[in-house]
């Protein structure tokens, strides 16, 4: 079972940045892709960004492409999602997840799997 735990959440101003990150046990937990999510109050939950580990391939949403940025750490087991322009749309609890890497491209909430607790941003 993997396990994901994300953190760097907080609360900013609009415009500012907050770096989220998304530590796995182990790096063959997430070699494969690692999608990063959202879900407002009364929303569902959206794909934000993924990333395919192994070529770095990486996928955005339209609406943050620009302002966020995937990446991964060379001991390979934590993902991190920079956020930079935050606007007050991007308030949300930001979760991580896994998911097979041809699934990757689609951040469909509904191929991924091993959700995190998630960590709240809060945009002002």
């Known amino acids: 079972h993997v396990q994901l735990v994300e953190s760097g959440g907080g609360s900013v101003q609009a415009g500012g940045s907050l770096r989220l990150s998304c530590k796995a046990s182990?790096?063959?937990?997430?070699?494969?892709?690692v999608g990063w999510f959202r879900q407002a109050p009364g929303k569902e939950r959206e794909g934000v960004a993924s990333?395919?580990?192994?070529?770095?391939?990486?996928y955005y949403v339209d609406s943050v492409k620009g302002r966020f940025g995937i990446s991964l750490d060379e001991a390979g087991n934590t993902v991190y999602l920079q956020m930079n322009s935050l606007k007050p749309e991007d308030t949300a609890m930001y979760y991580c997840?896994?998911?097979?890497?041809?699934?990757?491209?689609?951040?469909?909430?509904?191929?991924?799997?091993?959700w995190g607790q998630g960590t709240q941003v809060t945009v002002s």
């Open positions: 997840a896994t998911a097979t890497s041809l699934a990757c491209y689609s951040l469909s909430r509904e191929r991924f799997s091993d």
């Open positions: 182990s790096h063959t937990d997430i070699s494969d892709c």
């Open positions: 990333i395919v580990p192994g070529p770095g391939f990486t």
